[in-house]
């Protein structure tokens, strides 16, 4: 099994649960690692899960995906629409990178529409709460293997 995956979570994403259900779900994120563990294993791939509250630790497991990833599932949370720093990040990669949202930021408030992260993805999974993080394992693992082809 040599296909890792990083999945990192951005700021609030550890209240999920609790944190405005009605817009992120009642599962937790410790629910959600589970969901997405599980959809790694079934495609053959291991997944490096992890969440922060601070931009510099997320640019930091970015930075490192570099060498130990094979594709980067990104929920930047609230530093999607604020975080040059982690766009620049992204911009080093050179491997797939999924943009991965609970809700879809674009029926949100209008700040939302904005995104630092798109601009490096492979592709944006948004509005599908925890059933977005299995179709972004299957999305990475899909464009690794289509990568390995070529």
């Known amino acids: 099994m040599s296909l890792i995956l990083y999945c990192l979570n951005g700021p609030n994403l550890n209240l999920l649960g609790t944190r405005e259900p009605e817009i992120y779900g009642k ?3 410790q629910d959600i690692e589970k969901i997405a563990s599980d959809k790694a ?3 053959n791939a291991k997944l490096t899960f992890r969440q922060s ?6 640019v930091d497991w970015i930075q490192e995906a570099r060498n130990k990833a094979s594709a980067l599932i990104l929920n930047a949370a609230a530093y999607t629409h604020t975080s040059i720093a982690i766009h620049d990040a992204l911009k080093t990669l050179e491997i797939p990178i999924i943009e991965l949202h609970l809700s879809n ?4 408030e209008s700040f939302r529409a904005n995104s630092y992260v798109a601009p490096c993805a492979n592709g944006v999974i948004a509005g599908f709460g925890s059933a977005g993080y299995s179709l972004s394992v299957e999305a990475a693992v899909s464009l690794v293997n289509k990568r ?3």
Do not use: A, D, Y
């Open 27 to 29: 599962e937790t994120l």
């Open 41 to 43: 294993s079934e495609l």
């Open 53 to 58: 509250n601070h931009e510099g630790e997320l």
């Open 105 to 108: 930021p674009h029926s949100r």
């Open 148 to 150: 390995s082809i070529k």
